[in-house]
Each structure stands twice: as C-alpha cells, then as structure tokens.
C-alpha cells in the first residue's frame, strides 16, 4: 500500500516561507503525477500545484504563481512544495497527492499538514 507522508506545516507570519514534504514509501519514480492540494475548513479541496512526468508542465492555482514552486527529489522519494510570500489565511490543510503509474486514478492522499499565517 502506497503510502505519503506529509509534513513541515506549521504557524507562520504573513511575509515568510514555509516549506512542505511529502515522502513517498515508494519509488516517485512510479508516479507520474504528483501535487498539492489545500483545503480550508468547509471548503472544497483545490489545487496548488502538480508535476508530471513527461512533456507536461508544471501547473499552478493563479493565487501562488510566481510565490510557490513544486519539486522532487528522487534520491529521498521526497516531493516537495516552497512556499514563499505567505499571505494571511486561516487554517489551511496542505495534501499531497500521486498517481501512481501502474494503478492510475484515483491516487493516493497524505493525511495532511496544516499551515496558518497569522501575525
């Protein structure tokens, strides 16, 4: 069973970065989609970005073009997401999520880790 663990959340001051993890019990290799997702408390869970493998670019909500980027590191099996210029906001849950290459859709879910900005 696949499995991602999130973390690197945390209580933050509007301005500062923040970097999340999302290690992978499994090569990241076998994953050919891989991205993050938030979700605020009754609200729907959106993207924030996602990395393919492949031809695919990279893809962003407009709300963190140009603040967030999303990388991995094949040698930790680690996927990763730079947070930078955080705005104010309540409570947010962070996910990771991969689709695997073999096992397709739905993918596979982290349990989450939470960011506020707060001052």
């Known amino acids: 069973q696949v499995q991602l663990v999130e973390s690197g959340g945390g209580l933050v001051q509007p301005g500062a970065s923040l970097r999340l993890s999302c290690v992978f019990s499994?090569?990241?290799?076998?994953?050919?989609?891989m991205g993050w997702y938030r979700q605020a408390p009754g609200k729907q869970r959106e993207l924030v970005a996602n990395?393919?493998?492949?031809?695919?670019?990279?893809n962003f909500a407009d709300s963190v073009k140009g603040r967030f980027t999303i990388s991995t590191d094949s040698a930790k099996n680690t996927m990763y997401l730079q947070m930078n210029h955080l705005r104010p906001e309540a409570p947010v849950t962070y996910y990771c999520?991969?689709?695997?290459?073999?096992?397709?859709?739905?993918?596979?879910w982290g349990q989450g880790t939470q960011v506020t900005v707060s001052s």
């Open positions: 990395i393919s493998s492949g031809i695919e670019r990279d």
């Open positions: 999520h991969a689709v695997h290459t073999t096992w397709g859709v739905p993918g596979y």
């Open positions: 499994e090569s990241i290799l076998n994953f050919y989609r």
